[in-house]
């Protein structure tokens, strides 16, 4: 498959989606090969999976966009519900006993 045959699938698939979001989402990822290069166009798709599976995922991100979810930004799709906030925790007791 190549990146125009992904695309149009793509956008076929995002067909019943609000145009904004349907243009921001291909957008996105016309983006994402642009910065891969044709010589990455088979491996970005590889990465990517199927138009399929692209699509279901923006489907479900804007469905939970009601609960405030997640993103489309310059780096990548970002959603705050799948951050890891890691905590520091001092086992040390400074006590002497």
């Not at 019943?16 to 910065?35: C, H, P, T």
């Not at 966009?65 to 930004?73: C, D, L, P």
């Not at 519900?81 to 086992?91: P, T």
């Amino acid at each position: 498959m190549s990146r125009k045959e992904f695309m149009e699938k793509l956008e076929n698939l995002l067909g019943n989606i609000q145009d904004s979001e349907r243009e921001e989402a291909l957008q996105y990822y016309n983006n994402y090969f642009d910065e891969a290069g044709p010589e990455n166009e088979n491996q970005v798709i590889v990465e990517l999976g199927t138009p399929e599976k692209v699509a279901a995922i923006i489907k479900t991100s804007l469905q939970e966009s009601i609960n405030e979810s997640g993103e489309f930004t310059e780096r990548g799709y970002s959603d705050p519900r799948f951050v890891i906030n890691y905590e520091v925790v001092d086992n040390h007791d400074t006590k002497e006993q």
